[in-house]
């Protein structure tokens, strides 16, 4: 074997690996499950020359491509989304003061049993959301957020959308997730749209359960609840790539003693 071979070999089993990631929990993996028994089945039909059951597959295996389109479009749409992770855009170090706004935010409004859907974008634009929303463009700040998403306020529904260290927008609507999708009971509205657009794009979402007065920080699909302030600060700066001021300033300090 070449070199390339052994690389070919490589390549795809982590292609294969990747995808099988990507599938993981929904429902899409299910389907692919059942076309693994379709395969089956055919497989069966041929080697003992059941004829109709054979025809019936085959026709279908005509179609497949369409079908595989229309059944994978939201987790192909998914997984090309999370490659813009590996652009080469740099974060913006004003995040780092948006970060420390919504954490202050976030746990204040868990005590006080006020729900929140905060979300950060990264690689992938969240402006259909910023459109569909109440456009602000304004700095973020604990009092901004906590009047944004008070009972009274005509938004409180809708998740605010930070860009760029910036508040862009409030009063958005995320896509939800089906009913059926397979999500524990545990998670509300707010939660499965979390869920939902941190699967169809790379965002971070922090959200705030005015039932159970826990923050959670949503990524990839998956939900982590935050042990405290500490936790979700700290979460937030390295899924953003950002150092906290403090540490910067002693980096600053350390290259200079040198």
């Given at each position: ?226 042990m405290g302030a500490a936790n979700l600060r700290d979460r937030l700066l390295a899924k953003l790539n ?9 980096a600053k300090g350390g290259s200079g003693a040198r």
């Open positions: 074997m070449r070199w390339q071979d052994y690389a070919d070999i490589i390549l795809v089993g982590v292609m294969i690996y990747y995808v099988l990631r990507l599938l993981r929990g929904t429902r899409s993996g299910q389907v692919l499950l059942g076309l693994g028994l379709v395969m089956g089945a055919y497989y069966l039909a041929t080697k003992f020359e059941f004829l109709t059951l054979r025809f019936i597959i085959a026709y279908f295996a005509n179609n497949l491509i369409v079908v595989l389109v229309v059944i994978f479009a939201s987790d192909m749409r998914r997984g090309l989304a999370r490659m813009a992770r590996f652009s080469f855009t740099k974060a913006n170090p004003q995040l780092v003061d948006a970060v420390n706004e919504v954490v202050r935010a976030s746990f204040f409004m868990a005590e006080k049993r006020i729900g929140a859907l905060i979300a950060f974008e990264r690689g992938v634009t969240l402006g259909e959301y910023v459109e569909a929303g109440a456009v602000i463009n304004g700095l973020v700040s604990d009092r901004l957020l906590l009047a944004l998403f008070h009972t009274s306020s005509p938004i409180h529904d809708g998740a605010v959308i930070i860009q760029e260290g910036r508040l862009a927008a409030a009063g958005c609507f995320l896509p939800l997730l089906p009913s059926e999708d397979n999500v524990s009971r545990f998670f509300g509205t707010r939660h499965r749209a979390a869920i939902g657009l941190s699967r169809e794009t790379d965002a971070l979402v922090v959200v705030v359960s005015e039932e159970r007065g826990l923050v959670s920080l949503v990524s990839d699909g998956e939900v982590v609840v935050m950002l150092t906290p001021k403090k540490d910067r300033k002693k």
